[in-house]
């Protein structure tokens, strides 16, 4: 069977990888738009019960993957003058750059052609028995076929921003900060030994009422 994985992102490279395993004679693509090595994120945290997952399914990547991950087992929260830690259950964090890294090795291992700056639209697909749309969340194949398939997209409501930071965090950490115009908060865990994510995130009306005046005072 001939495959073109639209997107070369984690679905695809994983796709790719599994229909390789399960039989090899299948011909496949992946397709990605941007250059080798570029990624938009930080980033990618995942749980134990994925971890042992991706072991059944094909061990080699699994053991990559976790090789490369920092781990935390806690759950740390802020609020005003407070904090409090719990245990928890086993997490994981891997920079996405690493991620795609070790996918695309794996994928190439297995003779999966990558093809990078290598765009598809409806208009240019490629010449296979399966065409996979894995091109992201604004992808132009799944849009041209909401209809057939029942896809409904719903916006949250909620402002935020994903951010890359110097700090490590050691534990799934939670912050909560009040200020003029409602509570501001941000999740962060780490993704590598000198990297984390943080997300910043607010209610609308928080946000309207930072825009409208500027700097505002912060009660942590």
């Given at each position: 069977m001939k495959v073109a994985c639209v997107g070369g992102g984690p679905a695809g490279l994983y796709l790719s990888i599994l229909l390789k395993l399960q039989d090899p004679s299948h011909d496949i693509t992946v397709y990605?738009?941007?250059?080798?090595?570029s990624?938009?994120?930080w980033g990618v945290t995942y749980w134990r019960g994925l971890l042992d997952r991706l072991h059944t399914h094909d061990p080699e990547s699994a053991r990559a993957v976790e090789e490369h991950s920092?781990?935390?087992?806690?759950?740390v929260a802020h609020v005003r003058d407070l904090a409090t830690r719990q245990d928890g259950d086993e997490g994981h964090g891997i920079g996405r750059h690493r991620l795609l890294e070790l996918l695309a090795a794996r994928a190439r291992s297995l003779d999966v052609r990558l093809e990078f700056e290598h765009g598809i639209t409806p208009e240019n697909l490629p010449d296979a028995d399966l065409v996979v749309a894995g091109d992201g969340v604004h992808s132009a194949l799944r849009t041209a076929h909401t209809a057939h398939f029942g896809t409904e997209v719903k916006a949250g409501r909620n402002?935020?921003?994903w951010l890359g930071t110097t700090k490590v965090f050691d534990a799934f950490t939670f912050a909560f900060v009040e200020t003029d115009h409602g509570w501001i908060w941000c999740y962060g865990y780490g993704f590598g030994p000198d990297r984390s994510t943080c997300v910043i995130e607010c209610a609308p009306e928080t946000w309207t009422g930072l825009a409208s005046t500027g700097p505002t005072r912060a009660r942590a």
């Open positions: 990605e738009r941007n250059p080798e090595g990624t938009y994120g920092v781990r935390w087992n806690h759950g402002h935020y921003i």
